[in-house]
């Protein structure tokens, strides 16, 4: 099982720091703006968010559970005004 955890680790490090050097490499181009880099940025952050989710998955963290109990209140109005906009 720990195998398992510092393959984890190790792999995810390595997957984001080529993530993250892909993004630099691309801002330091002359004839790329900002605004080209911008869904880049926004799909690199998604991809890193999840992986960091899978990497404490495997070490028994539950991030879903704790982000339900946090925000239940927000989602529980939300399912609420949605149901009454499908009536």
Known sequence: MTINKITAIIG???A???LLGLTVTLN???M???FDILP???IMGVSITMMLC???LQ???H???KIEKKFRPVLSFLDKILRKKKK
Do not use: Q, W
């Open 63 to 65: 991030l879903d559970e």
């Open 12 to 14: 995810t490090g390595l």
């Open 32 to 34: 790329i703006g900002f």
């Open 40 to 42: 880049v940025y926004i």
């Open 16 to 18: 984001i720091l080529f």
């Open 54 to 56: 899978e990497v404490l």
């Open 59 to 61: 070490f028994g963290i």
């Open 28 to 30: 330091k181009s002359n």
